[in-house]
């Protein structure tokens, strides 16, 4: 074997370094991604309460006027009665199903469907009305200047959908 036959490496040898770096590339991005979407996506039963964890109670937007204080102990508030709230995917695929399941019914069942229709009502109203409760908790232990500055940063957040609905 010549020198000139060692440098020079058959198609075979130059190859699977490239294979294998793809494939470890694919593999780091695999985790990288299963890891973000459980940390994104995990529900997050009596840990962090986001802002999506105020929607089902109709709080969103009194939150953001909160101050740093108040929002923060509505969420310790949330957090101890999150066993009361109902919402989730859970919730609504089973309101679904059993809605299809009543509209398919022969002969059909108003009453069935109204039932469906009652029990969905009823957690939205419940979570509504829970979500009252604790900002009303929030409120009335407000001082006064903070019941001001509240209301000042209510109708600011309004100005400032106005704004954005109207395309100013």
């Known amino acids: 074997m010549t020198q000139n036959d060692k440098l020079q490496k058959s198609p075979r040898q130059k190859r699977w370094p490239r294979i294998v770096l793809v494939v470890s590339l694919g593999l780091n991005l695999l985790v990288i991604g299963a890891g973000a979407g459980a940390f994104f996506m995990a529900p997050r039963p009596g840990g962090h309460i986001g802002a999506r964890d105020f929607a089902p109670l109709g709080l969103r937007s009194y939150v953001r006027a909160l101050d740093d204080e108040n929002r923060e102990t509505l969420r310790e508030d949330i957090k101890a009665r999150r066993g009361e709230i109902q919402f989730g995917r859970r919730l609504i695929r089973g309101h679904h199903k059993a809605l299809a399941t009543a509209l398919r019914t022969t002969p059909f069942d108003v009453d069935a469907v109204r039932a469906v229709l009652a029990q969905q009502q009823a957690a939205v109203v419940g979570n509504i009305e ?28 309004r100005d400032q959908h106005k704004k954005r609905d109207s395309g100013s």
Do not use: N, W, Y
């Open 130 to 157: 829970l979500g009252q409760d604790l900002l009303m908790k929030r409120i009335t232990a407000m001082s006064p200047a903070a019941r001001a500055d509240f209301a000042d940063k209510l109708e600011l957040e």
